[in-house]
């Protein structure tokens, strides 16, 4: 990893668990994306579309991706997923069904 401030934090807490700074990037990253759902699952409840709660759930995910915590690879197979579950919603909004 890079040095710089959003870097350094996952050395220290690896230090601090006794785990690598790989997985201590990881298990920040969850604890980011858990806390931001739990955020909008609050704001929103059972209301609020899947899709709007999509969108800040990626762009938090590239963040994340852009201050080296969390591997590119899992933002492009999440990206997949959600592109095939939105997939049939999308074409009964547009008409395609």
């Known amino acids: 990893m890079t040095s710089g401030p959003f870097q350094t934090i996952p050395v220290q807490l690896g230090a601090a668990l006794g785990i690598t700074s790989e997985n201590a990037a990881l298990l920040l990253s ?3 994306l858990v806390s931001i759902a739990l955020a909008l699952a609050m704001i929103g409840g059972r209301k609020l579309d899947p899709l709007v ?3 800040p759930m990626m762009g938090a995910m590239a963040f994340l991706v852009a201050i080296a915590w969390l591997p590119f690879w899992i933002l492009f197979v ?3 997923l959600m592109a095939v579950m939105f997939a049939g ?3 009964d909004r547009l008409g395609g069904r």
């Open 89 to 91: 919603t999308l074409a």
């Open 53 to 55: 709660i999509a969108v």
């Open 30 to 32: 969850c604890c980011v």
């Open 78 to 80: 999440i990206a997949i």
